[in-house]
């Protein structure tokens, strides 16, 4: 089993910025990805950002330019910088592991961003 904290949410004015992380416990060798989703209630979870285990990264379009995914291998983190925030990033935000075919979440940290 794999455990996924979230952590740095919160309230920020829009042109901002936040840093989230993600520490995962647990079972985390050949983890393949780690990144994050973001979900408004009542919508489908989106991607945001992943990150793979060699190191390639993806972004959705509506963040490339303003977020920034990174990972710590020692200390098991994933981290999601977010620049120039928009009042459309207002979310709960998720972090993602995979390892083969099994998925793990986090519980999610909501980020306000107000304008």
């Known amino acids: 089993q794999v455990q996924l904290v979230e952590s740095g949410g919160g309230l920020v004015q829009a042109g901002g910025s936040l840093r989230l992380s993600c520490a995962a416990s647990?079972?985390?060798?050949?983890?393949?990805?780690m990144g994050w989703y973001r979900q408004t209630p009542g919508k489908q979870r989106e991607l945001v950002a992943l990150?793979?285990?060699?190191?390639?990264?993806n972004y959705a379009d509506s963040v490339k330019g303003r977020f920034t995914i990174s990972g710590d291998g020692a200390k098991n983190t994933v981290y999601l910088q977010m620049n120039s925030l928009k009042s459309e990033d207002t979310d709960v935000y998720y972090c993602?592991?995979?390892?083969?075919?099994?998925?793990?979440w986090g519980q999610g940290t909501q980020v306000t961003v107000s304008s």
């Open positions: 990150i793979r285990s060699d190191g390639t990264t």
């Open positions: 993602y592991a995979r390892r083969d075919v099994n998925i793990y």
């Open positions: 647990g079972t985390i060798f050949r983890l393949n990805v």
